[in-house]
């Protein structure tokens, strides 16, 4: 075949495939075909992918989400990235060119369910879809209000007080909530009255805790240790890695190892993976100041990070296959909820995103 008749039935080729594009966009109507990801908080920022969102490539359109406008930050006729508006809802996405409408696309925008807090990891969240979270402040402060507790109603009241930089929190499987405090290296074990107890100490800087399926809790020290503490509370050493600028933020995959984040100040950060006998392996490597992580019920993990440049959370399948699924800045933990929505911790706030995902039960 000559290149004149390859150059031909390209460009007829070409020549259909718009066609095709204006009949199905309705002869000039906006047409989204990509909406990546289809989650986010407001402030965080979504591409759409299509045909025909400007008039002749020169004019900027109009998105929206519901009623409210949305900041252009990008626009071609076929590419646009849009920021989610302050006051956003779940709802339908429209492209508006002035000469004409989009279809509308489902986006799931979070609701603020607490406001006026500072967690610095994963929330947790008991069997009655109650959220527990912290106001952990900077080291050594002291702070009226330790620990807060979120209703299903969101209403939030005080749970715990006087308790120096909380940090990581987890529930056991009666219950009972466990809290670390990095600045005295403890971990407090608390009744659904708010009385505390002390569980453990001599753990370093504390941050990160989960439990594994015998009911064994595990502590980030993030100088560079991963303490095990029995159901007797005797207490080794599990594993270690390299020290953490922020926290270790631990979660327990189905496959009964220890998945951790360390962050740093490189922009490729490791995601861990720890054996059931202490053996350290690189799970996924490329993530951006990784911190909180939760899984889902298919083994999905979800971690707060950046990938690529964009913030938010990141999910990864079990062969750490990477996306961005939520977009949103400062997000620090997350959590799933009974009720199959996913709690997001932002440096200063709750937000919940209603996605009919199942997350993985914590402790078996």
């Known amino acids: 075949m000559s290149l004149w008749k390859k150059a031909g039935d390209a460009g007829r080729a070409t020549q259909k495939a718009g066609e095709a594009a204006v ?21 965080g920022e979504i591409n759409l992918r299509g045909t025909g969102f400007t008039e002749n490539g020169r004019t900027r359109p109009l998105v929206r989400f519901g009623d409210l406008p949305a900041s252009l930050l990008l626009s071609s006729p076929s590419h646009l990235v849009v920021r989610v508006p302050e006051g956003a809802m779940s709802g339908h996405l429209t492209v508006d060119t002035g000469k004409a409408v989009s279809a509308p696309v489902a986006v799931a925008v979070g609701i603020t369910v607490a406001e006026n807090l500072h967690p610095v990891a994963n929330p947790a969240v008991d069997a009655a879809g109650n959220i527990f979270t912290t106001f952990s402040g900077s080291r050594g402060q002291k702070v009226p209000t330790s620990v807060f507790r979120v209703d299903r109603n969101r209403a939030a009241r005080g749970f715990l007080n006087d308790l120096m930089n ?40 504390a941050t990160g805790i989960a439990f594994d399926g015998a009911g064994n809790l595990y502590v980030g020290d993030r100088s560079g240790t991963i303490f095990k503490i029995g159901r007797d509370r005797q207490i080794f050493v599990f594993a270690t890695l390299e020290p953490s600028l922020a926290a270790y933020h631990l979660a327990f995959g189905p496959d009964g190892h220890l998945y951790v984040t360390a962050p740093t100040t490189s922009s490729y950060d490791h995601l861990y993976r720890v054996s059931p006998a202490g053996d350290v392996s690189s799970f996924y490597r490329g993530l951006g100041r990784p911190q909180g992580l939760a899984f889902d019920a298919e083994g999905n993990l979800y971690v707060a990070a950046s990938l ?32 199959r929505s996913l709690i997001l911790a932002t440096n200063s706030s709750l937000i919940e995103l209603l996605l009919d995902i199942a997350g993985k039960r914590l402790v078996q």
Do not use: C
């Open 308 to 339: 690529a440049g964009q913030r938010g959370v990141v999910r990864l399948t079990p062969q750490a296959k990477p996306e961005l699924f939520v977009s949103g800045n400062n997000i620090v933990g997350l959590a799933f909820t009974p009720h």
């Open 166 to 205: 909380p940090t990581g929190l987890a529930f056991d499987r009666d219950g009972l909530l466990y809290i670390s405090s990095r600045h005295e290296g403890t971990i407090y074990q608390v009744s659904a009255q708010g009385h505390r107890t002390l569980y453990a100490e001599g753990m370093g800087i």
């Open 23 to 43: 009949e199905r966009t309705g002869r000039g109507k906006p047409w989204i075909e990509q909406v990546t990801p289809r989650a986010a908080i407001a402030g």
